[in-house]
């Protein structure tokens, strides 16, 4: 049994660059996603249209593929990416198109009202956009945020393809090394699980402190 | 002789096909109190918005404080105003809406220094010194700590006032403000109403269904029918001897329908 605590080292260790993966991945998708979802409300033509290619490109095509012309189309352009670096890149703009759709949604179903509001006090639409419409869009964003985090944590699975050392990589090593599938498969499906509960609870706690105070009728 | 602070010139505003404001022509001198009655689709809450940019024109010309509203001079001619153009000229012109409008993510007193720090680069301190001074008008000083869903809706319609009163503009709107309220909560909001008229210089333009407060409020009524003006003078004369028949008809349902004139 002494071989088994190394083993499972091993996996802790690909839990770790799940996490990483997860989380660096997320912030990047956060950021894709506000620049696309307020891009495609921008009152610029180009900017919009710009967006709309961002989104539509990223959903409709595949994660696997994204993936490796991440890491390996890219090199051929001169663009040499570490493995990590590429499946963060990858795995946060394809998140991050779908997110766009959510900031995009959220903002068009802050009331009209609150606009208007925002007009007769004559703020400019910096200034509209940060004080009074994002916030009160963000409570309504976050659920969907939490699906989409949780849906790129199980995504980080297919980084094992460019070499990198997931969680998933490395139970496939336990695998091989010791033949035993159960306890390596079992243990990544609880850490998966484990933390998918942590982003849900973070959320939801989240989402909890941004909405006090608001009123409950919207 | 004083300018006219508002001059609406020849107003045109469709919707679709539907033509909501005909021709419209009228002024307003500053500091006048002028409530703008008739029945509902008449489009005097058209007017507002335009006055507020919040609706665009279909043709005519308005004039603010001496400036064009929606039209301004490039290279000696007249072009649509830009989006510039119209933030300078919003910063004369407030206004008080039905549902409030209050951001219900801010306390009472960060609705009403909002604007005032943001477009005028108040320092906080100043800022909320002088909503304070507001909140005392409006009789709400103890609330200044309040969400706005604590709030009953005259209270949030007197923060309302109160925010827009901020930023100083020199010409009010006030859209059906007491529409939106149960009637007991309609009298704090008038009373506030009436306190301000009778303490600043202000121009004010009301629209309201409430003939009796139009009658006290009022310098000047104008009675608006499919968006033209009716009949227009002194609230005795409009509310007491009106000319057109028109006008008698509407005044006529209205008090059937237990309003006081």
Known sequence: ?218 | MTAPIIRIKELDKSFGTLRVLDGLSFDVMPGEKLALIGPSGSGKTTILRILMTLETISGGHIEVCGEQLYHMQRNGREVPADAAHLHHMRRHIGMVFQHFNLFPHKSVLDNITLAPMLTKAEPRARAEARAMELLEMVGLADKARAMPSQLSGGQKQRVAIARALALQPRIMLFDEVTSALDPELVEEVLLVMKRLAAETDMTMLLVTHEMGFAHEFADRVLFFDKGRIVEQGPPDQIFRNPEHERTQTFLRKIIAAGHRV
């Open chain 1, 1 to 218: 049994m002494a071989d088994w605590s190394g083993y499972l080292n091993l996996i802790l260790q690909g839990a770790l660059v799940t996490a990483q993966l997860t989380i660096y991945g997320s912030a990047l998708a956060l950021v894709a996603a506000f620049l696309a979802g307020m891009g495609r409300l921008a009152p610029w033509r180009a900017v919009r249209w710009l967006s709309t290619l961002y989104i539509e490109f990223f959903r409709g095509t595949s994660i696997y593929v994204q993936l490796f012309w991440a890491y390996f189309v890219l090199p051929f352009m001169g663009i040499t990416l570490s493995p990590l670096a590429a499946g963060i890149l990858a795995l946060g703009l394809n998140v991050g198109a779908y997110a766009a759709e959510v900031v995009r949604g959220a903002i068009l179903s802050v009331p009209r009202d609150q606009y208007e509001a925002t007009v007769a006090l004559n703020l400019t639409g910096a200034q509209r956009m940060r004080h009074v419409i994002v916030p009160q869009a963000l409570p309504l964003m976050l659920p969907t945020f939490g699906n989409n985090a949780i849906e790129l944590l199980k995504a980080t699975a297919v980084v094992s393809l460019i070499s990198l050392t997931d969680m998933t990589f490395q139970a496939q090593i336990v695998r091989a090394q010791t033949g035993n599938t159960l306890i390596p498969f079992a243990m990544i499906l609880i850490l998966y699980f484990a933390m998918a509960l942590l982003i849900s609870a973070g959320m939801r706690s989240l989402e909890r402190r941004m909405t006090r105070g608001l009123d409950g009728v919207r």
